[in-house]
């Protein structure tokens, strides 16, 4: 009777399971344990769930076992760092987990110390830790490497289903189990076999044999024969069907810095995982791994200054990859320009000054969509190539791409590769269905013969383990798999780059909008706030104190220690909003310490500031000062929280000295309970607190098409799935309007500025809402106050614009992007929630609306309605996710014109840094401009002190989409005349314009 093939499969994989029943030569339990030096019994529950905590014991192992067949087996109730100190006193250590628990022992005696905390992988908590397991296991290793052969052909069999290589493998496994010589002494087989599934299940087992004997000698060698004709058998089937596909396989460990578990559990997380990658080297000459993310190894330094030593030398022998040339691996959405900027300077620095390596990857296979301004901040960094796996999570569209050329808003290009691994993606498991399905999804195969895979547990980290390594070297010799060897991810990407400059690839310009997790964009929403006033803190902070210098001050200081927090918290965990409440009380924490210190910084600046300006009579001095490249109005918040407006403005990077006495207000500020009026903008509040009017005076459009600031809480806001990640396409089905107002005052009645409070309330929540128009104002504020105690609901402010235009312009890092108000195709339909910087706008030619913020980053625009999302209660992984006090403001600011002329960018970032002021006696009035720009309309992204402690540099973009003539003018004394990159060194530039489309371009500023 002839057996189909999967019947033959059937009975393979029932004969095959039972083989590992017999692994076990010998074992001896390892007794007598303490638990932060108490006794505690094998099989015995912790004492208490308090980690992390030291368990410790020692061993033995029996003089007639081979130490090189020798294993330690452990499970001791949660994830470890494991030390194994040997005769002699060298001491090695693992990662302990669910992945990895076996060990190599390499000495007769051994003591064994374990730092434990009661939580599995994912931060789940094991609620009732137990020492489970505690062995010394002899191993059958001609067994152990003829069983995992033989299970590997059977999981090559499945996976490879009609290929007509498939009857020939099945016939090799049956004749080498066929060939085998087994023991079936009825005591020892029953013992033995017990654990199988299928035995479980009966009613009630036999006695079982304490100790059943293992497989003898002869047993043992008709499994080496067996083996070996196995091997003999698929090498041959090898030649006669080749491999198909080449994979690069680099070994990984995903460990998010921190999610479902705190920053300090990371750091225990680094260090188990970075050991066990190490020991995995010893025993393996072709293993190779990766990993990014320069804060780890800064970490490191501190934390485990001897295990950096080794990963050293690793690099050093190409064994280790570091990568990525980036601080962490942030989110790239919400950073500013800035930011992006810094992860990349400070951590390739770091990368170079600590392993003499430069990367040309940039490794971001998690992050929740990425930015049009990446490849240009990549190539300026030295980084050509860019790596990520996430694009093939969208829920709509299938990105079209798997090799292609990815161009920025500036027309930059960076070498882009993704791979499909469908189960596991970057935390790929070694084996035949792995290896198969990536090289199959691989679509870029017709231009370049390689792909990608990363393996290893992650996520939580762990990254490979042994029987990965094991199953790597067997699969060497299967036939009809893709060819599958460890590599380098830079060496990948030097092959693809040599096919794509011949061959050629497609290209994807713009931002890569990621289908999914859009409610990152405003989950945790204190924390988004911080962190954008932690950047802009940080930024002022460098500006004022490199104006200080050209005034005559001294060198300002590096702020690279502030910018580290700022940095690590853009982590695509942490600034998404996507972790648990510890680590978002850690973010807020960490970001609100360094807006403090960046303050003290400012204060520090004009002080220094005011001591090189001109001596005078103005006993009642106000200096103000202008970080940015805009004229700004003069409009301020002195010490005391007052604001003071005058006529006139304060030029790009100048510094005023006001006479107090000597600032009115501009006239015909109108404030009544359901009004506020200026010389350019009408507002009418109506009775349910929306804005029933919105009338820009200047051109004496209207703006609004119906109520402005209409506040929606939507109360079914429950994702199919990760609840704090996702905010599904009906969210709006329901939703209730906030209509009832508990009350309505004038609190605030000129000359400088006039202010409505509106307190309403939904359930158990409240939202207070301040609209706020200075005397010289262009925009209308809403000073928002919110707080929240209900669960599971999502709150948005809607504003209806009398506009008409198929897209909307979104601010984003160094730029804009152009999208879509139609829901034409299924791309448009996809991005109902979008990202956005400072200000989103909708405009015709010569009119629009613009919806600024200080804080927030989702948006919409459908048809003529724009959306700001304000906040979002999920009860995953936070249960209590921004409950509490927040506020921030948005603005909306009617204008002539479309966004860039009508000053929108402009206006948005005076909104979230204005002018500084710090009150002086003695000085004269007047205007100084210690960099005085001239040329089409810039932005600037920063000015810093050099990182080598020698002069400044001046970072400024393009922020429109235009080109044109850029300089500026120094002070005597100072030279300005050459360009730099990221990394602060000399660039070769060949462009028709000063400044191109969103360029961005840094000079280096020094004493002559």
């Known amino acids: 009777m002839s057996l189909t093939s999967a019947q033959r499969l059937d009975r393979l994989k029932t004969r095959l399971a039972e083989l590992p029943m017999w692994r076990e030569r010998a074992a001896l339990p390892i007794e007598k344990w303490t638990f932060d030096g108490q006794p505690l019994a094998l099989g015995e529950g912790w004492p208490h769930r308090n980690g992390p905590v030291a368990l410790t014991a020692s061993a033995q192992v029996p003089a007639v076992w081979p130490l090189e067949e020798t294993i330690l087996r452990l499970d001791v109730g949660g994830e470890s760092l494991l030390s194994l100190t040997f005769a002699g006193g060298r001491t090695v250590r693992y990662g302990l987990d669910p992945y990895h628990r076996e060990f190599k022992v390499e000495g007769r005696e051994v003591a064994i110390e374990t730092q434990s905390v009661p939580r599995l992988p994912f931060g789940e908590p094991v609620r009732h830790p137990v020492l489970n397991e505690a062995r010394l296991i002899w191993v059958d290793v001609d067994l152990d490497a003829f069983s995992l052969l033989i299970t590997q052909v059977a999981e090559a069999i499945e996976v490879l289903g009609d290929h007509e290589v498939v009857p020939h493998l099945l016939t090799a496994a049956e004749t080498a189990l066929r060939s085998l010589v087994w023991p079936s002494a009825s005591a020892d087989y029953v013992a033995r ?294 590599g380098k991810v830079s060496a990948f990407f030097e092959g693809a780059q040599k096919t794509a400059n011949s061959v050629g690839v497609p290209t994807w310009a713009g931002e890569i909008y990621l289908e999914l997790h859009r409610a990152t964009l405003t989950s945790q929403s204190h924390v988004k706030r911080a962190h954008r006033h932690a950047e802009r803190a940080l930024i002022t902070a460098e500006t004022l104190g490199s ?112 006479d107090h006495a000597g600032l009115a207000p501009a006239g015909g500020l109108v404030v009544q309970t359901d009004k506020l009026e200026n010389a350019h903008l009408r507002a009418t509040i109506g009775a349910d607190g929306t804005i029933t009017s919105l009338v820009h005076k200047d051109t004496g459009r209207e703006a609004l098409s119906d109520r402005g600031n209409q506040l929606w809480v939507y109360t079914h806001d429950k994702p199919r799935n990760w609840d704090a990640w996702d905010v599904d396409e009906d969210y709006a089905e329901v939703g209730e309007e906030l209509t009832e107002v508990e009350s309505v005052d004038v609190v605030e009645a000129g000359p400088h500025r006039g202010a409505i409070r509106i307190v309403k309330r939904f359930r158990d929540s409240r939202v207070t809402q301040t609209y706020s128009l200075a005397a010289n104002g262009v925009r209308l504020d809403i000073e928002t106050e919110i707080d929240w105690h209900d669960r599971r609901t999502f709150l948005r402010a809607v504003t209806p614009a009398a506009v008409r235009s198929d897209f909307a312009t979104f601010e984003c890092a160094y730029g804009v992007v152009r999208r879509s108000t139609h829901t034409n195709t299924s791309w448009d339909q996809a991005r109902f929630e979008v990202p956005a910087h400072r200000f989103a706008d909708l405009s015709e030619p010569d009119f629009g609306l613009a919806v600024l913020n200080n804080a927030k980053y989702g948006h919409s625009v459908r048809g003529n309605v724009l959306g700001l999302s304000l906040m979002r209660s999920p009860i995953y992984p936070d249960p209590m996710a921004d409950e509490g006090e927040q506020s921030f403001i948005y603005s909306l600011m009617p204008h002539a014109g479309d966004w860039a002329s009508g000053w929108v960018r402009e206006e948005a970032e005076d909104l979230n840094q204005p002018l500084l002021a710090q009150r002086a006696s003695g000085l004269a009035a007047g205007v100084v401009t210690p960099i005085a720009v001239r040329g089409i309309p810039a932005a600037i992204s920063g000015l810093k002190p050099a990182e080598d402690g020698e002069g400044l540099v001046l970072r400024v973009y393009e922020p429109r989409g235009g080109r044109g003539e850029f300089g500026f003018g120094l002070p005597e004394g100072w030279t300005g005349d050459k360009t730099i990159t990221l990394l602060e060194e000399p660039q070769e530039r060949n462009a028709p314009a000063d400044l191109m489309p969103f360029e961005v371009r840094s000079w280096l500023l020094r004493r002559k």
């Open 547 to 658: 104006l200080a210098a050209l005034l005559g001050g001294e060198q300002p200081k590096s702020l690279e220690t502030l910018w580290h927090p700022v940095l690590k918290n853009e982590f695509h965990d942490i600034l998404p909003g996507s972790g648990i409440a510890e680590i978002n009380a850690e973010a807020k924490a960490e970001l609100e310490e360094v807006i403090g210190q960046a303050q003290e910084e400012q204060k520090s600046a004009l002080g220094r500031i005011a001591g090189q300006l001109a001596k005078g009579t103005v006993a009642d001095a106000i200096v103000v000062a202008n970080p940015s490249l805009s004229e700004r109005a003069i409009r301020f918040t002195l010490e005391d929280g007052s604001l003071v407006t005058g006529e006139g403005t304060i030029p790009p990077l100048g510094v005023a000295v006001l």
């Open 193 to 486: 076999t017990a654990p199988l599934p299928q035995q479980q299940k009966i009613w009630e087992l036999p006695e079982l044999k304490t100790a059943p004997a293992g497989l003898d000698e002869e047993h043992r060698a008709s499994v080496r024969a067996a083996h070996g004709q196995l091997v003999d058998t698929l090498r041959a089937l090898q030649k006669r069907y080749p491999p198909q596909g080449e994979i690069v396989m680099t070994g990984h460990a995903h460990i998010d810095l921190a999610w479902l578990w705190p920053y300090g559990e990371t750091r225990r997380k680094v260090r188990r995982t970075f050991h066990t990658a190490l020991s995995l080297m010893e025993d393996s000459g072709d293993f190779r791994f990766n990993q990014s993310t320069a804060a780890y190894y800064d970490q490191l330094e501190r934390d485990d200054p001897d295990a950096l030593e080794a990963i050293k030398a690793r690099v050093k022998s190409g064994e280790w990859e570091t990568i990525g040339g980036m601080w962490v691996e942030p989110d790239t959405n919400m950073p500013t320009g800035e930011s992006l900027a810094r992860q990349i300077l400070y951590g390739q620095r770091y990368f170079e000054r600590t392993f003499g390596v430069r990367h040309t990857v940039c490794w971001l296979p998690d992050c929740f969509g990425f930015s049009g301004a990446l490849p240009q901040l990549l190539r300026q960094g030295g980084i050509e190539n860019f790596f990520t796996i996430k694009v093939n999570w969208n829920e709509t569209n299938k990105f079209p791409y798997d090799l292609f050329w990815w161009e920025g808003l500036d027309g930059s290009r960076v070498l882009a590769h993704t791979f499909e691994n469908p189960w596991e993606g970057y935390n790929g498991i070694v084996r035949p269905s792995t290896y198969l399905h990536t090289w199959q999804n691989f679509r870029g195969k017709t231009r370049h013969d390689q792909t990608l895979l990363a393996v290893g547990y992650g996520d939580g980290g762990g990254g490979v383990n042994p029987e990965m390594v094991r199953r790597a070297e067997q699969l060497v010799d299967f036939p009809a798999l893709p060819q599958a060897r460890w």
